[in-house]
């Protein structure tokens, strides 16, 4: 059971409903650009900057939904089933409290769009569309939650189905309320938001329903039964989501901050910097649910405290990601120039799109190995470490070479993705490096 045949077996069991199930949710994402892209630069534009905005405040909130996943695979590794439903009913404490502050964050936050010095049509379009967003936190809180505690469990399935059938609600709401069918009135970009709102709706109804009946959770009790408030479990959380949070917030943070940057140059770029990202987001998310599998692999083996499982089950999900997005970077270069043309026909939009795709194509295995190494890390509960790493590749090291290349030595565009680069080989070192000691100096006889 200890070969890494056998580790790389289990790693992808797990992973390919989440990878599928993320894939099914990032494709609202996509589908959403592609159908805006429709209107022109400005609505993408705007829809960039204001998903970047909002993704800044819910990275916070997806952090702290995060930490259910170890918390349930050490509780489930180490045969303590009535913890896993304790943690769930006190995850939602946390995450149905926390996401109305996350809410009352962006309404304040909502008129900043101003101050970023975007073109102010671009400005206009994103601040409406971000107050519309807003309203989606609350159900996709709840949802994450019972998301997480279904992942740690180690039942990837049932978040894939809810995720792939609400692209279906999605496009049906975007071809509504975006384009004015069926009688509704045309509300283009805003009707986008809308719809984003009633999907996050129907996927935390699904999953409510489903594990509250499903057989295979019974065991774990995910009832909604509160029999006391439990502040031990909640300090859990707490303490490995809020690390969690700002580790992702960084990263994220990095990456906005950097399409602000974009936006300055012009709407033409950051419109090809959307359609770039968008892409590059989609390989994102296989390296996610690898990642995921890994935290929930390594976090069953903590519960064991079996080191030897820790360590294979750790390295052979990087290797597996390795040579998954190693494919993915060769895709992205041979078809660099056909890609952005499903987005949109602006010429010079396509052609700085395809220029910044094959800067993307390059960071692929290693926006793939750091992600998985801080899904590992998550596993050890280890995220007061990966909170400073990111804090240090993104924001000391990435955001001031973004500055430097893009407008100080005047590589414009690609100098501001070549920084994105640096940041991430930076951040992919430092996790390994930190999975290694973790490796090194850990006794559990």
Known sequence: MNSYKFHIKETLKLAYPVVIGQLGHMMLGVVDSLMVGRLGAVPLAASSLANGLILLVMILGIGMSVALTPLVAIAKGSDNHDECGIILRQGIIVNLI???????????????????????????????????????????????????????????????????????????????????????????????????????????????????????????????????????????????????????????????????????????????????????????????????????????????????????????????????????????????????????????????AASLIVVASFFQVVDGLQVVAVGILRGLTDVKATMIIAFISFWTIGLPVAYLLGFTFGFGVIGIWVSLVVGLWLAAILFILRFRKFLRTTNFD
């Open 98 to 352: 926390f996401s109305f502050l996350l809410v009352i964050a962006v309404y304040f936050l909502a008129d900043l769009v101003y101050y970023l010095d975007q073109p102010i049509e671009v400005a206009r379009q994103a601040e409406s569309y971000l107050i519309i967003l807003n309203y989606s936190i609350i159900p996709f809180m709840i949802f994450q939650t019972y998301k997480q505690f279904s992942e740690g469990l180690s039942f990837t399935k049932p978040p894939m189905y809810i995720l792939i059938a609400s692209n279906v609600i999605n496009v049906f709401g975007n071809w509504i309320l975006i384009f004015g069918n069926l009688g509704f009135p045309r509300m283009e970009l805003d009707g986008a938001g809308y719809s984003t709102l009633l999907t996050r709706v129907f996927i935390v109804v699904a999953i409510f329903i489903y594990i509250r009946n499903a057989k295979s959770f019974k065991e774990y009790d995910p009832t909604l039964k509160f029999r006391s408030i439990n502040w031990a479990v909640i300090k859990k959380i707490i303490n490995l989501g809020i690390p969690g949070g700002f580790q992702m917030f960084f990263e994220v943070g990095g990456f906005v901050f950097a399409a602000v940057m974009i936006g300055w140059i012009g709407t033409n770029e950051l419109a090809a910097h959307q359609i770039a990202m968008n892409l590059a987001s989609i390989t994102f998310m296989v390296g996610l649910g690898i990642s995921i599998a890994a935290t929930i692999r390594v976090g069953n083996y903590l519960g064991k405290k079996d080191l030897e499982g820790i360590k294979k089950a750790g390295y052979s999900a990087l290797s597996i990601i390795a040579l998954i997005m190693g494919f993915f970077g060769l895709m992205f270069f041979l078809f660099r120039n056909f890609l952005p043309t499903l987005y949109i026909n602006d010429v010079e939009v396509i052609e700085i």
